[in-house]
């Protein structure tokens, strides 16, 4: 199920912040990884892995791609404060599995960007006592350049319904508010704030885990943790795990997905030092992060097992966002002014182009992959393996495929 169907939007202000969250063009990010965003220059599309029979037209039904699971959904938004670190204060988005009876009678999520600036949930509900039955794997969520927590909303709340909790910081100065209140810092300090922002919330949230009457008391499953994200929040997951010069490598993390990853600041010893199972999402026609300057280097490099390549022929970077719903709602909200849909527009280039993968299928991908394997390697439930193998990609010709197991 598309963004589109899951959430509406109200009020125009929304829409235009959203969309900055969504997009990692900006000048700052382009620096780290050595490219021009939006270009007007042709996209050239990466040579893929591999080449997989085109077989069908649309992923196979059995075994089935990424749908909603069995759990109710609640979700609640909670602030930490790294007194360690100046007292850093970081908004975090939470999902998790939700009691049933509770969830159906509380009123849905409310994503707001400012007071009366929002989108309404078709799946969260709001601020809901978590189902009982855990303790439940936890997986953080790292935004990209310029983002904001739940830019993935849908996909996060994905995967509570198939019995994860998921964690999804504002990294402090590279946010979308950041951007608008000219507040960013400078890349090279992004790069160490990330990793040690996802260390601090996962030490925080086991500790919650633990402590008897708390809204998450028992919810959390220490040994079983994992860390996705897109972009610069690829960069993040693979940082991690390496660590970076001063912050160690967290070694709780189990398992994590980098899709369109920024990986310029990652030296080779690093990516070798990624030693856990590694999955790598990239789209071929990604012009602001291109696949052969940031994904081969760790295709090659991570020595974690398994090691999984997905590359989304005719893939933007944007594709692994939700701009082309905006995009698409944008003509439709009362008098909007064609300056914002030209900036849409604009934002949309590398997700929403003809020339580009059409974008249900693209998230239909990258929901099914990151969901099998995160069940797969951090919950530990091998029911979506069938999903990670080779036979299955060959059902689907719109990716390239490969896979390293020793």
């Given at each position: 199920m598309t963004s589109s169907l899951r959430r509406s939007?109200?009020?125009?202000?929304?829409?235009?912040?959203?969309?900055?969250?969504c997009s990692d063009s900006d000048e700052s990010e382009s620096a780290v990884s050595g490219t021009t965003p939006n270009s007007a220059a042709p996209a050239t599309t990466a040579a893929p892995t591999t080449t997989v029979a085109p077989t069908t037209t649309t992923l196979?039904?059995?075994p089935s791609p990424a749908e909603l699971g069995d759990h109710a959904v609640g979700r609640r938004t909670i602030t930490l404060v790294d007194e360690d670190r100046d007292g850093r204060a970081l908004a975090v988005d939470l999902w998790y599995p939700a009691d049933a009876e509770a969830a159906a009678e509380a009123p849905a999520a409310v994503y707001s960007f400012i007071p009366g600036a929002e989108f309404t949930s078709e799946v969260a509900a709001a601020d809901v006592p978590v189902e009982d039955g855990g303790p439940y794997p936890l997986v953080i969520y790292s935004h990209g350049s310029s983002?904001?927590?739940?830019?993935?909303?849908?996909?996060a709340e994905l995967l509570a319904s198939h019995g994860f909790v998921v964690a999804a910081p504002d990294h402090v100065g590279n946010t979308a508010f950041d951007a608008f209140l000219n507040s960013a810092v400078p890349q090279a300090q992004n790069a160490a704030n990330r990793p040690a922002d996802t260390a601090f919330v996962i030490t925080e949230l086991l500790a919650e885990s633990a402590t008897d009457g708390t809204p998450l008391a028992g919810a959390i499953d220490p040994e079983r943790i994992g860390l996705y994200g897109h972009?610069?929040?690829?960069?993040?997951?693979?940082?991690?795990?390496?660590?970076?010069?001063?912050?160690?490598?967290d070694d709780?993390?189990?398992?994590?997905?980098?899709q369109a990853p920024v990986t310029g600041l990652i030296t080779d010893a690093e990516l070798e030092s990624v030693d856990v199972p590694t999955m790598l999402q990239s789209g071929t026609r990604d012009r602001t992060v291109p696949v052969a300057q940031n994904t081969e280097r760790p295709w090659e490099l991570v020595s974690g097992r398994p090691l999984y390549r997905v590359d989304i022929i005719d893939g933007g970077h944007q594709s692994f966002t939700d701009v082309c719903d905006y995009q698409a709602l944008a003509p439709e909200l009362p008098n909007a002014p064609a300056l914002l849909v030209a900036f849409i527009d604009g934002f949309a280039v590398e997700g929403c182009a003809p020339e580009l993968i059409d974008i249900d299928t693209a998230h239909e991908i990258i929901d099914t992959y990151t969901l099998a394997f995160l069940l797969t390697h951090v919950a530990g439930d091998t029911s979506a393996e069938a999903n990670l193998t080779p036979e299955y990609a060959e059902t689907i010709p719109e990716i390239a495929y490969d896979l390293k197991v020793d």
């Amino acid at each position: 199920m598309t963004s589109s169907l899951r959430r509406s939007l109200t009020l125009l202000i929304a829409l235009t912040l959203v969309v900055v969250g969504c997009s990692d063009s900006d000048e700052s990010e382009s620096a780290v990884s050595g490219t021009t965003p939006n270009s007007a220059a042709p996209a050239t599309t990466a040579a893929p892995t591999t080449t997989v029979a085109p077989t069908t037209t649309t992923l196979a039904d059995d075994p089935s791609p990424a749908e909603l699971g069995d759990h109710a959904v609640g979700r609640r938004t909670i602030t930490l404060v790294d007194e360690d670190r100046d007292g850093r204060a970081l908004a975090v988005d939470l999902w998790y599995p939700a009691d049933a009876e509770a969830a159906a009678e509380a009123p849905a999520a409310v994503y707001s960007f400012i007071p009366g600036a929002e989108f309404t949930s078709e799946v969260a509900a709001a601020d809901v006592p978590v189902e009982d039955g855990g303790p439940y794997p936890l997986v953080i969520y790292s935004h990209g350049s310029s983002g904001q927590r739940f830019v993935a909303s849908d996909n996060a709340e994905l995967l509570a319904s198939h019995g994860f909790v998921v964690a999804a910081p504002d990294h402090v100065g590279n946010t979308a508010f950041d951007a608008f209140l000219n507040s960013a810092v400078p890349q090279a300090q992004n790069a160490a704030n990330r990793p040690a922002d996802t260390a601090f919330v996962i030490t925080e949230l086991l500790a919650e885990s633990a402590t008897d009457g708390t809204p998450l008391a028992g919810a959390i499953d220490p040994e079983r943790i994992g860390l996705y994200g897109h972009s610069f929040g690829g960069y993040t997951a693979l940082a991690a795990v390496s660590g970076r010069a001063e912050i160690p490598p967290d070694d709780r993390i189990v398992a994590v997905i980098a899709q369109a990853p920024v990986t310029g600041l990652i030296t080779d010893a690093e990516l070798e030092s990624v030693d856990v199972p590694t999955m790598l999402q990239s789209g071929t026609r990604d012009r602001t992060v291109p696949v052969a300057q940031n994904t081969e280097r760790p295709w090659e490099l991570v020595s974690g097992r398994p090691l999984y390549r997905v590359d989304i022929i005719d893939g933007g970077h944007q594709s692994f966002t939700d701009v082309c719903d905006y995009q698409a709602l944008a003509p439709e909200l009362p008098n909007a002014p064609a300056l914002l849909v030209a900036f849409i527009d604009g934002f949309a280039v590398e997700g929403c182009a003809p020339e580009l993968i059409d974008i249900d299928t693209a998230h239909e991908i990258i929901d099914t992959y990151t969901l099998a394997f995160l069940l797969t390697h951090v919950a530990g439930d091998t029911s979506a393996e069938a999903n990670l193998t080779p036979e299955y990609a060959e059902t689907i010709p719109e990716i390239a495929y490969d896979l390293k197991v020793d």
